[in-house]
């Protein structure tokens, strides 16, 4: 069975697509068959010659979801386009944090299963197959869907290398928009941030519960910024308090695959590797010559980050 | 109030995961109550108190029948259980695992269903989406902060670039993110009180589901292999002389990134 059609659900922010969605359709053409976009809320407008030039041939959309969350009037839009006798037969999300609720919604309306956190996805012989790892990422686990299309998958960022196909701007399909649901947003507050997206950043500098206290933290964000990246953290620290969620890495924050990843004061926790450790290279201080972050290190140093860190950050504001 | 916490019994996540022959994580020994569950049962309780009382009920699924999770729950202070137990509930998949609590929380008639972002040792993410579709329910996920008044709910909901307010109305599901609210540690008296509390275990026959349409059987989805994926070579590993902070400076100038 080759794919004959593959919908990847799109997001965007202020207009800009999102890398993951740019990732999967990257993917999606290279799995064969028809690509086309599926887009919850916004203006499809805006974003169609970018979803073009990456390889949709179609974009279906909702339209403005007047305040709702995506899953409840996406999923049910979704549900009822297929419904209607226009099936793909796999769909592709983002593990994010709508690609997940349109998902599940989805899942439920179809009786079709999800499978998540997926970093490879191929098809192999009669069947789709997606490619998860486990205990973070020392394992990799292949699962075959085996009920009916259309097959849902949710993709972990970073998995595949966006790339440009030079399409035309798609044709944009209005689809019909059956159930808003309740949950209404009534007003978003965005955290101002400097600098790159910790996702995109070349460089990624980040703190862990090592740095002793949330004041210490502030060395992370002024080498960051010496080196025009972008400050991350383990989780533990985010748990704490010290730094938002969004500055979180590993397997329940963001996934980041810069050229250089500097860990100063991180263990190396499975779940924060699974986070960074494709990143093209590592740099790790730490105390501690048994860390497990030096497993992964290819440049490790084995000491005090109060010392390390000033010294490094004077030398760098120096050139 | 009304409030069921679906709780998830793991392995503890300090050992080292082990897999079944037939590929399903080993869930034999000894199950913990999952750390990301502990900030919804503390939540539950505090929203219980805030609506001046109410009962918060657990919903748990787990092959085995174990309880040791389920009573770390009550001793924090959840009033019953609900667990539903079966073998062949193994290589269950999200959304039978949906499916499965849907039909336990149903029994509960809660006003407020809470639930993790994601679970600690499966972390699909997506079963209580999938539990709130199921019941119809209106759903908030990713819920930082929570606050109830009468029949409407406020949430603050974590994003990619900073966190929205969403408002819905009662009776809904929220998923709360970790550190949320700070854990109780049970007392004393709240371990004593937890061994007599009830807990309803029940068959998926009890509930009934058809055991051939929930688990392995019915997961739409099959293992194919399990290998180990590559490791990355280890590099250089330097002692602190006074000097590493050139060691670095270096490394980064060798990658032209500075
Ligand atoms: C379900 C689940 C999901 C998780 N998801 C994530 C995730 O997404 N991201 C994540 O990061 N974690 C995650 N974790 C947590 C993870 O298991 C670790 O607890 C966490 O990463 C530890 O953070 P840390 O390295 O900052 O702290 P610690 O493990 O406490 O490590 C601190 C390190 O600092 C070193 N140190 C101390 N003082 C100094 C000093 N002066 N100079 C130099 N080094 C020093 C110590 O040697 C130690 O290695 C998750 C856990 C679970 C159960
Ligand atoms: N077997 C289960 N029993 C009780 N609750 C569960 C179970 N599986 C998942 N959940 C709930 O759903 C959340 C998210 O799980 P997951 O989708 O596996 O990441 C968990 O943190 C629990 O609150």
């Keep these: ?319 | 109030m009304n409030v069921v916490v679906c709780v998830k019994q793991i392995p503890d996540p300090a050992e080292p995961g082990k897999l079944e022959a037939d590929n399903t994580l080993d869930r034999s020994g000894k199950l913990i109550l999952d750390e990301s569950d502990s900030y919804g049962v503390e939540m539950a309780l505090q929203l219980a108190d805030a609506a001046g009382g109410g009962e918060v009920t657990l919903v748990s699924m787990t092959p085995g029948g174990e309880t040791s999770g389920l009573r770390t729950a009550l001793a924090m202070g959840a009033a019953k259980a609900i667990l539903v137990s079966d073998d062949a509930l193994s290589g269950a998949g999200a959304l039978d695992t949906a499916k499965v609590l849907a039909a336990a929380i149903r029994r509960a008639e809660p006003d407020l269903v809470l639930a993790a972002t994601e679970s600690s040792d499966g972390y699909t993410g997506t079963v209580p989406e999938q539990v709130a579709a199921l019941l119809g329910l209106s759903s908030i996920t990713f819920a930082k902060h929570i606050e109830i008044s009468g029949e409407t709910v406020n949430v603050q909901r974590q994003t990619e670039l900073g966190f929205d307010e969403v408002e819905t109305t009662l009776p809904a599901l929220i998923s709360v993110t970790a550190g949320v609210v700070e854990p109780r540690y049970p007392s004393f008296k709240g371990i004593m009180a937890a061994k007599s509390k009830p807990v309803d275990q029940v068959t998926l026959s009890d509930l009934g589901i058809d055991a051939a349409t929930v688990g392995a059987a019915g997961a739409g989805q099959e293992t194919v292999s399990v290998d180990d994926a590559p490791a990355r070579e280890a590099g250089e590993i330097v002692e602190d002389d006074g000097e590493g902070y050139a060691k670095i400076v270096a490394y980064l100038e060798s990658l032209k990134v500075i």
Excluded: C
């Design chain 1, 1 to 319: 069975m080759a794919l004959n059609r593959i919908w990847v659900y799109a997001e965007a922010a202020d207009g800009k697509v999102a890398p993951i969605t740019l990732e999967m359709l990257a993917k999606a053409r290279e799995l064969g068959g028809t690509v086309e976009a599926v887009y919850g809320d916004g203006d499809a407008d805006a974003i169609a010659e970018t979803l073009g030039a990456h390889g949709a041939t179609k974009i279906y959309a909702t339209g403005d979801l007047q305040g709702s969350t995506p899953g409840v009037p996406v999923g049910s839009a979704l549900a009822k386009l297929i419904g209607d006798g226009d099936a793909p037969d796999l769909i592709m999300f983002g593990t994010t944090y709508e690609g997940r609720d349109v998902a599940a919604r989805l899942s439920v309306a179809l009786d079709r299963p999800v499978i998540t956190n997926n970093t490879d996805i191929a098809v192999e012989g009669d069947a789709v197959v997606v490619t998860e790892p486990v205990f973070g990422g020392t394992k990799l686990v292949r699962t075959r869907f085996t009920a009916g299309a259309p097959h849902i998958a949710l993709i972990r960022p970073k998995s595949f290398a966006a790339e440009e196909s030079g399409g035309g701007a798609p044709e944009v399909v209005t689809i019909e928009v059956p159930d808003y649901g309740t949950a209404k947003v009534r007003n978003r507050h965005v955290e101002e941030t400097t600098g790159p997206k910790l996702d995109e950043a070349a460089i990624v500098v980040s703190g862990g519960r090592g740095l002793g206290e949330a004041a210490k933290y502030e060395i992370i964000e002024d080498l960051a910024k010496a080196l025009k990246g972008a400050p991350g953290a383990s989780r533990a620290i985010v748990d704490a308090g010290w730094v938002p969620y969004s500055y979180q890495v590993g397997q329940t924050g963001k996934v980041v695959k810069p050229t250089v990843y500097i860990a100063a004061g991180i263990s190396g926790a499975t779940q924060h590797l699974v986070g960074m450790k494709g990143a093209k290279n590592i740099i790790a201080v730490n105390k501690d010559p048994e860390a497990p972050i030096f497993g992964v290190a290819d440049l490790g140093i084995v000491g005090d980050v109060h010392k390390v860190l000033p010294k490094l950050l004077e030398a760098l504001q120096a050139r």
